[in-house]
């Protein structure tokens, strides 16, 4: 069968027709398949889901336990049959419970990878090249400019400063989920022992990370009792968005730093008023796109959310079959 | 190089004076000659490198990959050194074990002939990371733009150090890259340097303003008044056929003004006000000073439609003969006989104010003969010529400041402990006939207010966002709604960057006009008239 008879895009996401579901919809359907928890991913509403078992965990937490009608769990490396089309769920390296999703139907194998990135990382499990007809590959630091430095590298930059400017804080903007964890993770991995301080938004996922035996060390709420001098000196984990906000005047002239490829581009720091940028992404850069496409093998790849044209192009100089797939409703800014 | 890659991405965002500060001293503590020494000289302007044009980067970059691919990744950037820093290929077998310093580097560029640099900076790029990178093309197409100004640096030395500014500036311009010397000396391993160079700055003297009660506690017979010249401070040196026009900081700006670098026809340090116009005749204004500034090379045009003249107020050296200790009254003695024999068309004498009493002098300090004049300087006739700021021997008295009620139009965040405040405010002023009033921008203002006003200017901005661009609101203003803020500023020069088609210098927020309707603020024309004294 033609492989854009077995997935295409609807409004409502990613369908396939033989086995009546959805990858990721961005609206509510009878029945999802989730790659991962991010919210543009991972929406409230279904009537059945089936996901790895972490990312319904985090679904409950942030959707509450009635987050959908029915929910599977799908277990790593397992097939499971949906209408005589096989769906087997592998880990994409991206956050806690990511997983690409294969789907297999009349000799046909497509590999929807959701959202992933190569680069070693103590919180997930890392991710799985699968052999496949045709890949789909997120193409969000999709341009030959991103290249992500080694994570160590930025941590060590991150220790640096605090050390510099003692009487400073730092506040590290990162993602609720995954990216916080990862900096936190980071940090002690680099031998810094000290407590990190957290906004109250990374409080139950931070937990739930610790609860699947992801070390994690003393995390305290970055609240304010006794005075803003107990904030000298220290690293202050939070939402990117709190830190524009009133929350942030409990600090002592902070430095603000952000985790994220985009920190890449030094006018995006710039722009954003980012004094000390993290280039940690948990998404895959210009030299992992490429490399993953080519370990695939598939003779075919479709690009979503992010840069698709230069990733297409990239394909015809290569010779590989290449096209853009246009979904709607993610989030192109995400990381 | 990693090093000065990392110090240079560090000081580009970092907004305040002492983060910069503790970022540049680290840097000297902790890295050897030569790299500190020519890390120093990059960022003060001193390093001397054959530029790379753009086209030459492009050109090397296209022959290593995809040209469609480049044009997409210079779209999304659009900075072509970072760009190129970050796509240039990295072909595995070629990188060596470490990457090269900061010496190598330089010394790689300038040992180059103009037919190989290509070649040379290639090798370069082929054998460093992608920060690395960005530092190398930074320092061949000249202009690193880090916000950081050779006055900066030299403080970031004295800081190392623990010595006065003035000892670095007074000592600057008879060293060279890498600077060895200076470093043994700051670091307390040698003698400080001597200096043998002809025509060096001389650390100017700087006044204090006028405080409140200050002069009833001065007796002005003790004092002498001169206008306050709103020129740029200079310092003309010549000594053995070397002639140089120091700024204020100690920075060479001969190169800008050889019209009156030429005349200086003798062998003395002068201390005056450079101003334009032929100061026998007419005094040019403060706009077409503007003209002469900020420009690398002046072409005959320009020199012969605002030609450069000093007037002079002090005289620091005749020969080899050191006045610095005389007092003012002797050394003002020197200068009239000094200036007397030149060229009249460009140095004259800043002459004297007469005055009784202080009453009298506030008066003609409020109401002064000459737009350009922004005040008067009292200087005590005993006074010795002392490097820096001593409080006593002179102050300013400024005119009062102009004061423009405005409406707040657009308000972006701050930095460092104002991260969370929006309290960089553009505010505007009404043009447009009746019926069409519409505001124009005119100017951007982030100091002026306490720290109460600035949280009730905050809440009146997230209160009242119309639209969001990044970290920038723009307020609702209309002609019913909307803040007035008195602003103040020093003069207004023409602008052809500006929609309202002037620029207020040194702008600040003096005073909240909570009561005041919008549709009462003041509109352009108001400003217009003050252009056109």
Not at chain 1, 133 to 162: N, Q, Y
Not at chain 2, 446 to 462: C, N, P, S, W
Request: net charge negative.
């Amino acid at each position: 069968m033609r492989a854009s008879d077995l997935l295409h895009p609807r409004p409502e996401g990613l369908y396939c027709p033989p086995g009546d579901f959805f990858i990721d919809p961005v609206r509510p359907v009878n029945r999802a398949l989730i790659t991962h928890g991010h919210s543009d991913h991972a929406r409230s509403g279904h009537r059945s889901v089936l996901a790895t078992q972490q990312t319904l965990d985090i679904m409950g937490l942030r959707y509450g336990e009635d987050f959908a009608g029915t929910t599977q769990a799908a277990q790593l490396g397992e097939a499971i049959a949906l209408d005589g089309v096989s769906i087997s769920f592998h880990p994409a390296g991206h956050v806690l419970g990511s997983a690409q999703i294969a789907v297999e139907h009349q000799g046909t194998r497509i590999v929807a990878s959701g959202d992933y990135k190569r680069q070693k990382d103590a919180t997930c499990a890392p991710f799985e090249p699968i052999a496949c007809d045709v890949f789909i590959t997120e193409a969000t630091f999709g341009l030959p400019v991103f290249r992500h430095p080694p994570d160590t590298e930025e941590i060590a930059r991150l220790l640096k400063s605090a050390a510099q400017f003692p009487e400073r804080s730092h506040l590290v903007g990162a993602y609720a989920l995954g990216k916080a964890q990862r900096v936190m993770r980071l940090l002690r991995d680099a031998g810094y022992d000290r407590p990190i301080y957290i906004h109250g938004a990374l409080a139950r996922l931070s937990e739930y990370y610790q609860s699947q035996g992801i070390e994690l060390g003393t995390l305290e709420p970055a609240t304010v009792e006794g005075g803003k001098q107990d904030f000298a000196g220290a690293i202050v984990v939070g939402p990117p968005s709190a830190f524009a906000d009133r929350w942030a005047r409990r600090f002592p002239d902070p430095i603000s730093c952000f985790a994220s490829g985009w920190m890449r581009i030094r006018q995006r720091a710039k722009q954003g008023g980012v004094e000390l940028p993290l280039i940690i992404s948990d998404h895959a850069d210009w030299d992992e796109l490429t490399a993953t496409i080519k370990e695939t093998g598939a003779e075919e790849i479709w690009v979503t959310h992010g840069r698709e044209e230069a990733l297409v192009r990239w394909c015809e100089l290569e010779g590989i079959a290449a096209r853009p797939l246009h979904l709607v409703g993610y989030e192109d800014e995400g990381d | 190089m990693n090093r000065f890659a990392e110090l240079l991405d560090r000081l580009v965002l970092t907004p305040s004076r002492n983060g910069k500060l503790t970022l540049l001293t680290d840097y000297f503590r902790s890295v050897g000659d030569p790299d500190r020494g020519l890390a120093l000289a990059a960022i003060t302007g001193d390093l001397n490198i054959a530029a790379v044009k753009p086209a030459m980067l492009r050109t090397l970059v296209t022959e290593r990959m995809d040209p469609v691919l480049f044009g997409y990744s210079y779209d999304y950037v659009g900075d072509l050194a970072e760009t190129v820093s970050l796509v240039w290929p990295q072909t595995p077998g070629n990188i060596p074990n470490r990457e090269p310093t900061l010496g190598e580097v330089v010394a790689r560029l300038q040992a180059a002939s103009r037919s190989d640099g290509p070649k040379v900076l290639a090798g370069l790029l082929d054998s460093a990371g992608i920060s690395a990178r960005f530092a190398i093309i930074k320092l061949v197409t000249g202009g690193l733009r880090i916000g950081v100004s050779a006055r900066l640096a030299k403080q970031a030395l004295a800081d190392f150090g623990k010595v006065d500014v003035t000892e670095i500036e007074e000592l600057w311009h008879g060293l060279s890259p890498p600077y060895t010397a200076l470093f043994a000396w700051l670091e307390g391993k040698a003698e400080k340097p001597r200096n043998t160079a002809m025509a060096l700055f001389r650390p100017v003297m700087l006044s204090n303003p006028v405080g409140d009660g200050d002069l009833e506690k001065l007796d002005p017979a003790d004092y002498a008044a001169e206008w306050k010249w709103d020129g740029i401070r200079v310092q003309a040196v010549a000594e053995g056929g070397i002639r140089r026009l120091y700024s204020r900081t100690g920075d060479d700006v001969s190169g800008a003004f050889p019209d009156l670098a030429d005349a200086m026809r003798f062998s003395a340090t002068l201390d005056g006000e450079l101003l334009v116009g032929d100061p026998r005749q007419a005094t040019g204004t403060f706009s077409d000073l503007q003209q002469r500034l900020n420009r690398k090379t002046v072409t005959p045009k320009m020199q012969q439609q605002y030609p450069a003249f000093m007037r002079c107020y002090d005289v620091l050296q005749i020969g080899a003969e050191d006045l610095r200790a005389l007092p003012f009254r002797e050394r003002r003695g020197r200068l009239e006989t000094f200036v007397a024999a030149l060229d009249p068309s460009r140095f004259d004498l800043s002459p004297f104010v007469d005055f009784a009493d202080w009453q009298a002098l506030e008066e003609l300090r409020r109401a002064p003969p000459h737009p350009i004049i922004e005040g008067v300087m009292l200087k005590r006739w005993d006074s010795p010529y002392v490097a820096s700021r001593p409080k006593g021997p002179w102050f300013k008295w400024k005119r009062d400041p102009h004061t423009v009620d405005a409406v707040l139009m657009y308000a972006q965040r701050g930095h460092g402990k104002r991260s969370s405040f929006y309290s960089d405010y553009t505010f505007g002023v009404w043009s447009g006939g009746e019926g069409e009033e519409e505001l124009v921008p005119v100017g951007k203002a982030y100091f002026g207010f306490t720290d109460e006003e600035l949280k009730q200017i905050d809440k009146y901005v997230r209160d009242n966002t119309v639209e969001r661009f990044g970290p920038v609101r723009s307020v609702r203003a209309d002609r019913d709604n909307g803040l007035v803020l008195e602003v103040a500023f020093e003069g207004l020069n023409r602008s052809t960057r500006h929609k309202s088609g002037v620029a207020m210098r040194f702008p600040r927020i003096s005073r909240l006009r909570w009561d005041k309707p919008a549709n009462e603020a003041d509109r352009i024309e108001t400003l217009q008239a003050l252009l056109d004294r």
